[in-house]
């Protein structure tokens, strides 16, 4: 995260975190306190021997976490779909056409009214844990627009991914032309990672191989939106192409499983969309049972998923997608870190950046046990309070 979270102080020197009840730090050492100095990780040890430092933080014994790690986002947008969602739960199913009305208020707004939108749902996002985030372009459609789009999000976080096919505009293989050419060209200067929607309604197998390829090319990470509607290709596409990421993984077949498995893809779920949508949601106790790299993201953008609550996010995982309450956390926090390939976040060990979330409970459990109910009393970025 960037300059727009506004850091409550400076907190410059070395920060002592203790006692702390329950610390997950994904470490195998235990530990209930911890420094952190220059904005990383110093120490892990005994509250009873900590080492001198400049602050100390009084976790009073309550759970610290490390920040969430949000790998899936689509923060710039202009306008909402409230019309499409109450349409939804008077009984009309999702398709993926709605993309299109954002497009266009999204093309309607100035940078100022789209970057003021994103920032204030990253700030959102910041006061319910997220320490790091991921923002897509993808409702711009043009070359300006997305490259405008991107330039946006780079202002707001370093982890950023052109999505400029998203859905196709006029002729799909025409389309796939422009978006592997003109347009990664003007876009890639300013992203990270590349993505494609391979879905029916949206861009077919080939398509997508030409969009990801050229995007890899230029040394943008591959992610694929992959099997969201029924089976596809994506997730296969993605093994292919050895992607950081697969997501949504809805509809999966055992092949695809195994195909996730052995090329090392992350499997990013989104259970907010699916709660949204009242779509099957994804088989993650199946993914995890076969050893398959699981993350958890918000998916939040105007039409399928309007939250930035990973801790939401967390309950849904264990209500309805199988998952533990340390495997959920383990998957918002390690899990997006492996979907971005940033090793230095979503854990506390020694060397990692100081993100880290201290809940008002004792355990991690209580996400999923008290929904809904905001237990995040601290956030620190770097070892500097946010909240």
């Given amino acids: ?36 100095e220059d904005g990383r990780v110093a120490w892990l040890g005994s509250s009873a021997r900590p080492p001198a430092a400049d602050v100390r933080i009084d976790a009073s014994g309550r759970c610290v976490l490390p920040g969430f790690v949000d790998c899936h986002t689509h923060l710039v947008f202009g306008g909402d779909r409230a019309d499409e969602f109450e349409a939804r739960l008077a009984g009309r199913p999702y398709a993926a056409g709605g993309i299109r009305a954002t497009v266009a208020a ?74 592997a050419g003109l347009m990664l060209e003007a876009c890639a200067p300013h992203a990270t990672g590349i993505d494609a929607f391979c879905e029916k309604g949206a861009f077919d197998a080939d398509q997508c191989r030409r969009v990801l390829s050229a995007g890899q090319a230029k040394g943008l990470a591959v992610h694929v939106h992959a099997n969201q509607l029924g089976p596809g290709p994506g997730v296969q596409l993605a093994a292919e192409l050895g992607a950081a990421s697969a997501d949504h993984c809805t509809y999966l077949t055992d092949d695809d499983v195994a195909a996730l498995r052995d090329a ?25 049972d076969a050893g398959v790299s699981v993350a958890l993201a918000s998916d939040c953008n105007p039409g399928t998923s309007y939250t930035t609550s990973m801790p ?76």
């Fill in 1 to 36: 995260m960037t300059s727009t979270l506004h850091l409550v102080d400076d907190l410059d020197r070395s920060v002592l975190v203790s006692p702390i009840g329950m610390l997950v730090s994904w470490a195998e050492e235990p530990a209930d306190a911890l420094v952190i």
């Fill in 106 to 179: 999204t093309r309607a707004a100035d940078d100022t009214t789209l970057r003021t939108g994103a920032e204030r749902l990253a700030q959102e996002a910041v006061r319910s844990g997220t320490t790091t985030l991921e923002i897509k372009s993808g409702y711009g459609l043009t070359v300006e627009d997305e490259r405008r789009l991107l330039e946006i999000a780079s202002t707001i976080t370093p982890h950023t991914t052109f999505l400029g096919a998203h859905v196709p505009e006029g002729d799909a293989d025409a389309y796939t032309d422009l978006v």
């Fill in 264 to 288: 090392g893809v992350t499997a990013v779920l989104v259970p907010a969309a699916e709660f949204s949508t009242r779509s099957p949601y994804a088989p993650a106790r199946r993914l995890l």
């Fill in 312 to 387: 939401f996010v967390i309950a849904l995982a264990c209500r309805e997608l199988g998952m533990t309450p340390l495997e959920a956390v383990r998957a918002a926090t390690l899990g997006g870190a492996a979907a971005l390939r940033q090793p230095d976040v979503g854990h506390l060990r020694v060397g990692a950046q100081g993100n880290l979330v201290v809940l008002d409970a004792p355990s991690p459990t209580h996400l999923s046990y008290r929904p809904g109910v905001d237990l995040v009393e601290r956030v620190l970025l770097g070892g500097r309070g946010a909240l």
